[in-house]
């Protein structure tokens, strides 16, 4: 695989968007709906056809149906293949619309981060879910086993013997024997590491309101790693020590029915894993400018095996300086993470989300045309997950109509 | 001044709040309540007294309320003595309570930097408000019109000549004469530039439904230069030729009744510029990092003007690995803005939010107590704004207990 920067496979990749989109084009004149307006259009989510995407207010965040469609399309065929299921993280799109969308395309639950989005959750009617994180408070211990109670779906996640103690003390008190996996650590981040798994394993076993389901190990850096090669050696070294462990647990007579983890960046990679059973994808629906540049298992430098679905509109609102044009979308927007946003066919500017308020674009070479004060650029945002979670709602596009306003029914759930 | 760099500054703060806050203890259990919980047990916004702030569930976002009162009496206070008024920016707490505190205390009026966070600040009762961003499209200046009909109080901003033209026109549409002030551009991010204000002034002065009322000059990077003789020399530079600029205006015979600008890190250095009547400070309230890091007037490496009112309650999540802790305040909490957050008490701690849903502590030197799963640390956050907006809810706090749950008005209204 020919190495590649960031730079040079945004490059390549906006280039080639622009290509591709050959109806690429900005209606005149903008009307400028707002998210009220829009509301006031819409039925059941779904809105009166023939607005354009060029007329919302921005900064505006837009998934494109079509291609979103077409990435859990493409998920579920190769997971099929290679005999693993989908348990897709809301933590990236916060969205019960999409949830839902994906349980009813064949995944067989989600994945939540926090406990509040998982009440959001199945406050909307999406209840199939496994809690990732061990709730470390004794409040979310009862909170969460409140849910177990109502929703028989529901797994949590544990990774101590004290927290699986008070787990089954607070599941007793509910009433209910409730569904763990236990969280078995890939770098320091969160988990027990391997070789303290399997006596906490035992310790579960043996408590009256717990029951053992399985394990999770996931390595959120290594989706990220560069090179489809690179991705595939970290996975099945990061992971040889979790394997061995979950081994030891199944030969010692424990249930194992579930092995979960991995994620969009090794949904390809994860069944080469002995006794793996499902992937908690979740950027696969949209991708980002993180994700374009992790490299494809061809060794094309751009990450091709989904489509960039997910972009947020932006307005010129000044062109006056020579090489910079500022936008009305800044770090509040896009967040700051990196690689910079991508402009959809402009792969010569380079887009600065750094500031609150505004977005500041440079560039050398000239733009495609000539940018006025009002006019609108469409980006791929730099990391889906926190970009999401700074709106409160999302546009779903179908051939650059509005076709639905989703809630973004998890927003700011971070407790 | 002694030359300090973010880091030295941070240990050097962080040590001094554990010694001035003597009473630092956490209490256990802790109950872990929710928003919805404490909004059920709230009149008025006003909460049953008696809640401590470590009862929270968490990510939390506080402020501490005689902390913050303290900060606006200071503010106040020294912008008196220099004969300036305050315009407080509500970029920063985007909480319309906190506004129409500012506005009983002294404030002229507000700032918004979003038409949209305009019009949450209207619909919540707050209207004397100065737009500071030219509004980039007709929907948005029609929008902006009906504002300035029904309140007053609205000035809004205009960079340009067809904008001022497209302003007036939809102004005469709604049957006002609308004020206006010019944005004149500090550096290449919004406004128009110095030499061509005057001209922009002289076409706004003869346009039937336009009111020229002065300009605005806010140099947003000044605000953090590092070290007061070096923010106030840059203060002076920068504003050079837009002081020239008002100065020919008000020879012209322009009514310039306004030369607002400056912020939290030059409020006491605006004074020195000729004409100068208003500040548009945000952060006063807050601090955080970004701004405990510029160093004071005094010499001081530690920002120590304002007291560090807004932090965020975390939960530790996992504590097992040497010499690291992981919470449950990662970047949906925290930003990934730098200086990284401050762990208040523990000056050895680097505390990284660069994960989603993580945060990340490393530390060298032991803590000053051992942690455990569950326990609570409380931060200084990297940079206010961006903070606020990630949250639906602040907690206002005083002596350690929860008095008022604020809505963050203007959320997400980064349209």
Not at 35 to 51: F, N, S, Y
Not at 190 to 210: R, Y
Not at 356 to 380: A, H, M, Q, W
Request: proline share 5%.
């Amino acid at each position: 695989m020919p190495a590649s920067t960031p730079k040079s496979s945004r490059r390549v990749f906006l280039s080639g968007a622009a290509a591709v989109t050959a109806y690429f084009w900005i209606p005149k004149p903008i009307k400028g709906y707002t998210a009220a307006e829009l509301r006031a259009m819409t039925i059941d989510t779904k809105v009166k056809p023939g607005i354009s995407k060029w007329d919302l207010d921005t900064p505006a965040l837009c998934v494109d149906l079509d291609k979103m469609e077409k990435n859990i399309a493409t998920m579920q065929a190769t997971l099929k293949k290679n005999g693993l299921a989908s348990r897709p993280h809301t933590k990236t799109h916060k969205t019960a619309a999409i949830a839902k969308y994906q349980m009813a395309t064949g995944s067989i639950g989600i994945c939540c981060a926090k406990l509040s989005e998982a009440e959001a959750m199945v406050a909307n009617g999406v209840d199939q879910i496994l809690m990732t994180t061990a709730n470390p408070s004794k409040s979310k211990i009862r909170r969460a086993m409140a849910i177990s109670k109502a929703h028989r779906g529901f797994i949590q996640a544990v990774d101590e013997e004290q927290n699986a103690r008070d787990l089954s003390a607070a599941a007793k008190e509910a009433g209910v024997v409730a569904d763990v996996v236990i969280d078995v650590a890939v770098g320091t981040r969160s988990g027990i590491p391997a070789e303290g798994a399997l006596a906490l394993a035992q310790v579960i076993d043996k408590l009256p309101n717990l029951k053992l389901r399985g394990i999770l190990s996931y390595d959120g850096g290594g989706q990220h790693a560069k090179g489809f090669p690179q991705r595939k050696e970290r996975a099945l070294t990061s992971l040889a020590p979790n394997v061995q462990t979950y081994e030891a647990m199944k030969k010692s007579g424990l249930n194992m029915e579930i092995f979960s983890g991995g994620g969009s960046g090794t949904y390809n990679i994860m069944q080469l894993i002995p006794g793996f059973t499902d992937v908690q994808v979740g950027s696969y629906l949209f991708m980002d400018m993180q994700y374009l540049a992790i490299g494809s298992e061809s060794g094309d430098p751009v990450y091709t095996d989904f489509a960039p679905s997910l972009t947020v509109l932006t307005t010129v609102m000044n062109n006056r300086f020579p090489g910079r044009l500022t936008t009305d979308g800044g770090a509040k927007a896009l967040t700051l993470n990196t690689p910079h946003a991508g402009v959809i066919g402009e792969p010569g500017m380079d887009y600065d989300a750094g500031s609150d308020e505004f977005g500041g674009i440079r560039f050398t070479t000239p733009p495609s045309r000539e940018y006025k004060i009002g006019d609108k650029l469409e980006v791929i945002v730099p990391h889906c997950d926190p970009v999401v979670n700074e709106y409160d709602q999302m546009y779903g596009i179908r051939k650059d109509r509005v076709e639905v306003v989703w809630e973004i029914t998890g927003r700011g759930k971070s407790q």
